[in-house]
């Protein structure tokens, strides 16, 4: 589940399709929300992809999930690891639910 940066409980959308057409050079990607605010995205393309891809994709990104966030971007060469149960996770959140706040 992702938060709104309000803190409100959602279940993100995403579409790959989309994503491939900002950045064709894109092989996988993963979000991971580290705070309310907060999404690291994890690219692996072939080539770094320009600024103006990011700033589209940043764009489609918060007209998927409807709120704007703080971005942070990640691009790497080799493939993003699986989980421990073997499966990969397109959107990861690392916030805590409303109960278990520090």
Not at 29 to 37: I, S, W
Not at 74 to 83: A, D, G, H, M, S
């Amino acid at each position: 589940m992702a938060f709104s940066p309000d803190g409100k409980q959602f279940w993100p959308v995403l579409g790959l399709d989309r994503f491939r057409e900002v950045i064709p050079e894109m092989r996988q990607y993963q979000l991971v929300q580290t705070a309310f605010d907060v999404i690291s995205v994890n690219l692996v393309c072939r080539q770094s992809p320009s600024t103006q891809q990011l700033e589209a994709l940043k764009t489609v990104l918060e007209k998927a999930l409807g709120y704007s966030y703080r971005w942070t971007w990640l691009v790497q060469e080799t493939e993003l690891p699986l989980t421990a149960s073997g499966k990969f996770e397109e959107f990861m959140s690392l916030v805590p639910p409303a109960g278990h706040r520090t």
